[in-house]
């Protein structure tokens, strides 16, 4: 009775989570008790979800309790040490619902220390002592608790699998061999296990490998949303900083317009009032005279009359009135026109600049391109179909079939006037604009043709290398000879090595700032790749060779 009685106390006082005697107690909201630390563990797993339960009665408590040491209970477990009751030894730590149990324990059973895979059972640490006592026991293979033994025994003969059949990839016992596994290749299951274990060593060498590769590829990915966050914080700061300077314009354009219409305003109405004046004046100066010419007029001495008409008689010079030119009433209304005029080419201008943003904007791609192809046919899936701006090309290049074939030509070609024609070289420029992945080629026969990409603001006029593909910051462009090719970027030439083909691909990444040449003939060769920053909507180009007349280049899917 005096047994049960500790039994009882030791379980009263024990943490449900290590099975020990409390440690620290601590009592949490729902009224259990338990160590400091088990509880602090238990909770620290659960942090992710923000809420926190109970390990017996799964209340739960959001936020996280603060625990506050028990000390009365503290103080009356010390107490229950001093009379004499201890932590409870192993034989007294009962089996949880995830624990392996003791296969010799009746009633309730205890946690099991080992198991024995060649009893095929499991034993808590009082009854696994005769393995360490009785010297035939002592050979017996002892493994960490397992629920799997069954798994250990052969449903066929009941025995212990110690072989492995590598014929039948399969656990066999020593029967076995003598029986359906006759003649296949076994060996012992250590045997097999001492091989296994090289491979999985192996694959563990090659899983923590990838594991530091997908790390590195983290920290970079990690570095990549820095650098976007950062690059689009101070893309809003620079943006609101130019709207605003914008608006400040527009404001202060408003503010001089005001001013002048009312500056404008009152110099024409003081000129006004001051010729209305003079005519008010002038009229009063009239009905005065009249007044007097009419007392005149009554006068019956004739003498009088004759002395004083003379001097009445006589008019002062009349105000000019010419300048006053009777018109419908206009005459701020022009600067109303001139403003909305001014309006509507600057919506004209924000819609299409607006356009060129949100594209700017919607392109920028975070995540790592595609890998680049590899085959012409991969190539082809990006391929784009390129037309030729009439309004850029040179006035000696000839373009037929759709605007997809240039040809140089000695007859100057009678294209009307326009501000992006290239004046001095034999130059065209794409009407297509070039900003995401793309593929085309050019097939050309002659002395020789520059196959380039370029901006739209490259200079057109003059014959400054600033117009020259190849030769400033604003073009890139590639050679072609009949058995050479060289690579141009500002005025820098870099010779290029490859078999001499008829046609040239071209690949285009834009937000990847990949621009790659290839000779295309039954294979792709790489010629030439570039890796830079592409800042501007690019545009395909072609300069022709002067030695090579009515060369032509094809622009092909």
């Excluded at 893309?235 to 002048?260: C, G, H, M, P, Y």
């Excluded at 010779?495 to 040239?504: A, E």
Aim: hydrophobic share 30%; net charge negative; with cysteine.
């Amino acid at each position: 009775m005096e047994q049960k009685g500790d039994q009882l106390d030791r379980e009263t006082f024990s943490c449900s989570i290590c099975l020990d005697l409390l440690k620290d107690p601590v009592a949490i909201p729902c009224g259990h008790s338990y160590c400091m630390n088990c509880i602090k563990g238990f909770w620290d797993e659960e942090d992710q979800r923000k809420i926190y339960s109970c390990p017996q009665c799964r209340q739960t408590f959001t936020p996280r309790p603060v625990l506050v040491k028990n000390t009365m209970l503290a103080a009356l477990v010390e107490q229950l040490k001093k009379t004499g009751l201890q932590a409870a030894p192993a034989d007294h730590c009962y089996a949880g619902p995830e624990d392996v149990v003791c296969d010799v324990c009746t009633g309730r059973k205890l946690k099991a220390l080992k198991s024995c895979l060649t009893c095929s059972a499991s034993y808590c640490e009082k009854h696994l002592q005769p393995h360490y006592d009785a010297a035939p026991l002592k050979k017996h293979k002892l493994v960490d608790p397992s629920e799997k033994l069954q798994e250990n025994i052969c449903s066929r003969h009941d025995e212990v699998m110690k072989m492995f059949c590598r014929t039948d990839q399969q656990s066999i016992c020593y029967l076995c061999t003598m029986d359906e596994h006759k003649g296949h290749d076994t060996v012992s299951a250590a045997a097999e296990r001492t091989e296994r274990q090289r491979e999985l060593e192996v694959s563990r060498q090659q899983i923590q490998q990838r594991i530091q590769d997908r790390e590195k590829d983290v920290k970079l990915l990690q570095q990549e949303v820095e650098a976007v966050s950062h690059s689009a914080d101070k893309a809003v700061e620079d943006s609101e900083k130019i709207f605003t300077e914008l608006i400040r314009l527009i404001q202060r354009r408003s503010s001089d317009v005001k001013q002048q219409i009312r500056s404008q305003q009152e110099t024409e109405v003081s000129r006004v009032k001051e010729l209305q004046e003079k005519l008010e004046q002038e009229i009063t100066e009239l009905k005065r005279k009249d007044a007097e010419l009419k007392r005149l007029s009554h006068t019956e001495d004739h003498t009088q009359f004759l002395l004083n008409y003379p001097s009445l008689s006589q008019l002062s010079e009349p105000t000019d009135s010419s300048s006053i030119n009777i018109r419908p009433l206009r005459y701020f209304e022009d600067v109303t026109a001139a403003v909305s005029e001014l309006r509507d080419q600057l919506q004209d201008i924000l819609r299409v600049k607006w356009t060129n943003i949100s594209l700017t904007v919607t392109e920028v791609d975070v995540l790592l391109s595609e890998p680049e192809p590899k085959t012409r046919a991969e190539f082809l899936k990006y391929s784009r179909e390129i037309t030729l701006d009439p309004n850029t090309a040179n006035t000696r290049l000839l373009l037929s079939e759709g605007n997809r074939k240039a040809e140089l030509t000695r007859q100057q070609q009678s294209y009307s006037s326009h501000p992006d024609r290239f004046t001095d070289y034999d130059q065209v420029l794409s009407r297509e604009s070039l900003t995401e992945r793309c593929y085309w080629e050019v097939e050309w026969r002659g002395g020789g043709v520059e196959v380039a990409v370029a901006y739209k603001n490259i200079s057109r006029a003059g014959d400054s290398d600033e117009c020259v593909f190849g030769l400033n910051v604003k073009s890139w462009s590639l050679r072609c000879d009949t058995n050479s090719y060289t690579f141009w970027f500002n005025y820098v030439s870099t010779p290029v090595s490859g078999p001499g083909s008829s046609r040239v691909g071209v690949y285009l990444d834009h937000s990847a700032g990949i621009l790659s040449f290839y000779s295309v003939s039954e294979t792709m060769t790489l010629l030439h790749r570039v890796q830079t920053t592409f800042t501007q909507p690019l545009y395909a180009g072609l300069l022709m060779d002067i030695y090579s007349l009515f060369s032509d280049v094809l622009y092909t899917e």
